[in-house]
């Protein structure tokens, strides 16, 4: 670490009383904020605290963002102790600094934030069982049922337009059409593949405009990494990850888990006939889903939920794709062609999505 970092380190550890820890060490596989695991003596008891340095890049309003992760973060508190659970583990806590407040800016302008260390959990990249994908359907349908009625309008949107699929379809065509690597020659038939559906990517949202489903509190980034898993009992115990929560939909949380989470590929697969969406775990996560949610989910928002996981997916398709096309500059890539293969995952996700489309609803109708 740079001298400068190590002085912004020592000022973020400072504001919150951290002024000399046990031991402060690089933590997690992040790569939007920088995270710090700071182990702090507190009487006979060593304490764990998570210290992040909020990324200003990926998000130009801290105080907003901290806005948001506070209100929820101490409503689902007051829910959880009022129906007998354990809000220190349950949800994170914004800890505040000595002066009472959510998150500190250093000298370089750098804001920073304290969570307390939840112990006896884990944290895993995919899930190895379809208990555990169901379990992580169960939190995230909690979560749901946990913010019924939290007022989703007085957050504020931390990314503009995140799941805005009708944008995101908009900024591919307009790289497309900017060419600016040379690149479009050569991905004709992906750029087909999204054209062919610029009318899927207005499903959801006209659903919204019309009033047929309304805006949620969401956490839109779904992802079983984002779920704190209790050791002892293999639950779905904490949401993690709360920079995204914004006003959303419920289907597009729904299907963000679905593209992530119901196959067995890498995200960066070569080879796509190892690329398979698989119908038992799209059940598995559905059943487990709406009972988390405990009938929150309306019957319109319910039918909507296989749009979710096809739109979600081809969204994230077209955001490789265009990335791609621009040059690779947001998404880290450790080879060349890799936002490509990302993208051709996702659109041979879909085109199952597709040929399975009945088995899909029938399945959400089930439940």
């Known amino acids: 670490m740079k001298n400068v970092e190590k002085a912004m380190l020592q000022q973020a550890l400072n504001a919150w009383g951290f002024e000399c820890p046990n031991k402060v060490s690089r933590y997690g596989e992040g790569h939007i904020n920088d995270t710090f695991c700071v182990e702090v003596q507190e009487g006979k008891n060593v304490r764990r605290y998570i210290l992040q340095r909020m990324s200003t890049t990926a998000f130009k309003n801290p105080d907003q963002l901290m806005a948001n992760i506070t209100g929820v973060t101490d409503y689902l508190s007051e829910k959880i102790r009022e129906n007998g659970g354990d809000p220190e583990r349950e949800t994170i806590t914004v800890k505040r600094t000595c002066q009472g407040e959510t998150f500190f800016t250093d000298s370089e302008g750098g804001p920073w934030r304290v969570y307390p260390f939840i112990e006896d959990t884990e944290c895993l990249q995919s899930a190895e069982t379809p208990e555990l994908f169901e379990a992580s359907a169960k939190a995230f349908g909690r979560f749901q049922y946990m913010l019924r009625d939290y007022p989703a309008e007085t957050l504020y949107e931390t990314i503009a337009k995140f799941h805005d699929t009708e944008n995101r379809y908009a900024n591919l065509m307009k790289a497309v059409e900017a060419d600016v690597c040379g690149r479009a020659a050569e991905v004709q038939q992906e750029i087909e593949f999204a054209k062919a559906r610029k009318e899927d990517c207005s499903v959801c949202l006209q659903a919204l405009r019309e009033g047929k489903l309304p805006l949620r509190v969401t956490h839109n980034d779904t992802k079983l990494n984002n779920i704190l898993i209790d050791k002892e009992t293999g639950t779905g115990l904490c949401i993690i990850d709360l920079d995204t929560v914004m006003p959303g939909l419920a289907c597009n949380d729904f299907g963000d888990s679905i593209r992530f989470g119901a196959n067995h590929n890498a ?101």
């Not at 796509?272 to 559905?286: A, G, I, M, P, Q």
């Not at 405990?294 to 979600?312: D, F, H, N, T």
Request: aromatic share 12%.
């Open 267 to 367: 995200e960066d697969e070569k080879d796509l006939s190892k690329v398979n969406f698989d119908l038992s775990l799209f059940e598995v996560y559905t059943r487990g889903f709406l009972e988390g949610a405990q009938g929150v989910i309306s019957q319109e928002e319910k039918e909507y939920l296989p749009w979710g996981a096809r739109l979600m997916t081809l969204e994230c398709g077209m955001r490789f794709l265009t990335d791609y096309l621009d040059g690779d500059h947001y998404f880290a890539v450790h080879r060349p062609g890799q936002n490509l293969d990302r993208c051709r995952t996702q659109f041979k996700l879909v085109s199952d999505m597709e040929k399975c489309w009945q088995q899909m609803q029938e399945i959400v109708r089930k439940y």
